[in-house]
């Protein structure tokens, strides 16, 4: 298991002790830091863990790199980097932190939208505004953020990418995304018989008192294949959210869930996106109808 601050550590069942690998060189602050691991299928032999941190020497990125566990000692100059992206320091929010390796040797990597928690849409378009767009993230083909990302990582160093992921063409959208359009991603794991991507979702602050219809909801999704899970612009089961017009406080347009558009000027990928896929099971502030037994919350 893994510490938030870079600890890296092992449980000993026979002995029941916690054993001290190693710390991977990590800047943690906000919610960034060491945010998740996986270990190879074949751990017992090579001794790689895969690791999505906040690296010292560069605290403006996000970084996955492989590393090498040797008996009781992580070799922290083993480090193999991956991947690397930048996130927005201001505001340093709904970082994700999942990451699963399959039975195949295929790594999923979750990555929150980097937007601010505030209540409401975070589809303020406005200048000056940015960490309170999640179109420039979740819902922008050439961002990294507001994903699940599927490498295949080579024995010798550096990754392929997986058929299947959601963009071939590089000029249309990262060939690494696998799912986008997802909020603040946890708790993944894959059906190796199906091939099945499960992952939960953390929902947005829209209450009832907010008068915001549709209000928040957590989500459970199922990805079969590669798709757009719709955040920011629906929720759920492809509940709506509007563009809205902050200043003049008016909704713009919202868009029907096989067409939607990303109309940021804080977009640098495609306008027209993929059709929006709704969540397997969702779960809000108010009673299911769909889902009783989940209670209120979220």
């Known amino acids: 298991f893994v510490e938030f601050a870079g600890g890296v550590k092992r449980w000993d069942s026979k002995t029941k002790t916690v054993i001290t690998l190693g710390r991977v060189p990590t800047h943690a602050k906000g919610e960034v830091g060491l945010l998740g691991f996986a270990v190879s299928p074949n751990y017992l032999k090579n001794g ?33 980097e991956l991947l690397s992206w930048p996130y927005d320091v201001e505001h340093v929010f709904h970082m994700g932190g999942a990451v699963f390796m399959d039975g195949r040797g295929h790594l999923y990597i979750g990555n929150g939208d980097n937007c601010h928690w505030n209540p409401g849409l975070p ?9 309170w767009d ?35 063409n590089s000029k249309q959208g990262r060939s690494e995304i696998y799912a986008m359009g997802v909020r603040n991603p946890f708790r993944m794991t894959v059906d190796d018989t199906t091939g099945t991507l499960y992952f939960g979702d953390v929902g947005p602050n829209v209450m009832p008192k907010l008068k915001i219809l549709p209000l928040g909801y957590d989500e459970i999704n199922a990805a079969p294949k590669a798709g757009n899970f719709g955040w920011p612009l629906f929720i759920g089961p492809n509940e709506p959210y509007p563009i809205f017009d902050f200043d003049n406080k008016i909704t713009v347009r919202t868009y029907k869930p ?5 109309p940021s000027p804080n977009n640098t990928g495609l306008k027209k996106l993929p059709p929006a896929l709704p969540a397997l099971i969702w779960y809000g502030n108010t009673k299911s109808a769909h889902f009783p037994s989940l209670g209120i919350g979220g």
Do not use: W
């Open 123 to 131: 589809l303020d378009l406005r200048p000056g505004r940015k960490s």
């Open 134 to 168: 999640a179109l420039r993230s979740a819902g922008n083909s050439q961002d990294l953020r507001g994903k699940i990302l599927r490498i295949q990582p080579k024995a010798a160093g550096g990754y392929t990418i997986p058929k299947g992921n959601l963009f071939t």
């Open 48 to 80: 790689h863990l895969f690791a999505l941190y906040c690296p010292e020497v560069k605290q403006g990125t996000m970084r996955v790199s492989r590393f090498t566990v040797k008996g009781n000692r992580l070799l922290v100059k083993s480090e193999e």
């Open 258 to 262: 096989d067409a939607p558009e990303n």
